[in-house]
Nanobody
């Protein structure tokens, strides 16, 4: 049984940093982060290939976030720096079972976590 579980969300001041983690069990997958802000649709944040050699970011990231993974721990990370109020959202981790290339298309992801909330105070 595949499970993906996010952690690391919380309250942070504007300009601060936060690192999210996603633990995946049941296999090694191409992984991605998505987020959903209050009243908005879910949007793509970043994705990473199975071996970590390829990454892909949403346009709004602009060098502030870094996605990485440690396959020895079956864990993916999202390091978020220079946070602002627009980054307030629930962040979701997702996995793609058979894919090799990371993608922003959420319809292609097979497994989803429950989300971890990030609140940035101004």
């Amino acid at each position: 049984q595949v499970q993906v579980v996010e952690s690391g969300g919380g309250l942070v001041q504007a300009g601060g940093s936060l690192r999210l983690s996603c633990a995946a069990s049941g296999g090694t997958f191409t992984m991605g982060w998505f987020r959903q802000a209050p009243g908005k649709e879910r949007e793509f944040v970043a994705a990473i290939s199975r071996n970590g050699g390829s990454t892909y970011y949403g346009d709004f990231v602009k060098g502030r976030f870094t996605i990485s993974r440690d396959n020895t721990k079956n864990t993916m990370y999202l390091q978020m720096n220079s946070l602002n109020s627009e980054d307030t959202a629930v962040y979701y981790c997702a996995g793609r079972r058979f894919a090799v290339v990371p993608t922003s298309d959420e319809s292609t992801y097979d497994y989803w976590g429950q989300g971890t909330r990030v609140t940035v105070s101004s």
